[in-house]
């Protein structure tokens, strides 16, 4: 077997129960932005998810967003959108984040640009999410671009992908991590799990296909602030599945109780897909709630976090 490619590699191969967050999205240039962000995350969780223009919304470069975490001493995953690049600016920007030290990317399709602020804007998809990440593969294990001329030092990175196993059509889900996982997918992180059932059927399938344990899988966590954020998610977040009785629960609190309870919601998501077959760890998420994200990690018991080492 290689050597880990990453912090976050190797905790994938050994039996931690990993944690990873979506760091919050930064309008404007400076680096300091970034930097209040890492001190809040730095030694909580194991590595920190870098959005690329998410749900069609543009913000500070991943890439960008991945380096300064490095400098800050937090290991990022930087992710990359089919949606805005051709094949020669996803095939650059692998390589440029490989060039500033990142070790770990997830590769997906994203949003369309109606979904966004700028829906006026040309959408590419030259690759889908399948291709990049055999993209991703090729410039890392055969060491040529995908026109075939060789590098002159292929990159090395841990590729990641995502899967969605609350949006229809269902069955088709587990087919198409099966597909992710042929391509080169080495980990996955799943869409915001607010229905577990849901969860436990894609799980059920994916294990009738052979697929459960073949990568390691990270299950979305979302970290409720107000009622008015669940609600946002089911209406405004595509591919966001939010069950009615998750709104009717954070609704029938008093509004300065929320909080607590978005935190207990989150709690025991986390605390029940632990046990679930197949899944290595949880990736939390939180709209202007970093709170939430801490009081989850105290109250799930997932602190502290294993000391990261040097790889590489």
Known sequence: MSEPRSHLDRLLRSDAFVVTAEMP??????????????????????????TDNSAAYPHLSSVAA?????????????QLT?????????????????????RNVCLMTGDDVTAGDHPEAKPLYD???????????ILRDAGTYLSGRRLESPPSFLIGAVENPFAPPLEFRPMRLGKKIEAGAE?????????LPRLRLFLARAEDLGLLGRVPLLVGVFVPRTARSVRYLRDEVPGIDVPEEVLVRMASVPEERQWDEGVRI???IVQEVRELPGVRGVHLM???????????????????????SVVG
């Open 187 to 195: 980990f996955i992180q799943t869409q915001i799990c607010f229905d």
């Open 127 to 137: 690759l889908d999410s399948i291709h990049l990440i055999r993209t991703a593969r």
């Open 66 to 78: 991945g380096h300064l975490l490095l400098d800050a001493g937090v290991e990022p995953i930087v």
């Open 25 to 50: 999205t930064v309008d404007g240039a400076d680096p300091a932005a970034v930097h209040r962000i890492a001190e809040r995350l730095r030694g909580r969780v194991d590595a920190v998810n870098c």
């Open 82 to 102: 089919c949606r805005d690049r051709n094949r020669l600016a996803l095939q650059a920007d692998l390589l440029g984040a490989a060039a500033l030290g990142v």
């Open 266 to 268: 989150a709690t025991e």
């Open 286 to 308: 939180a709209i202007r709630n970093q709170e939430g994200i801490d009081a989850v990690l105290e109250g799930a018991g997932l602190l502290p976090r294993p000391v990261p």
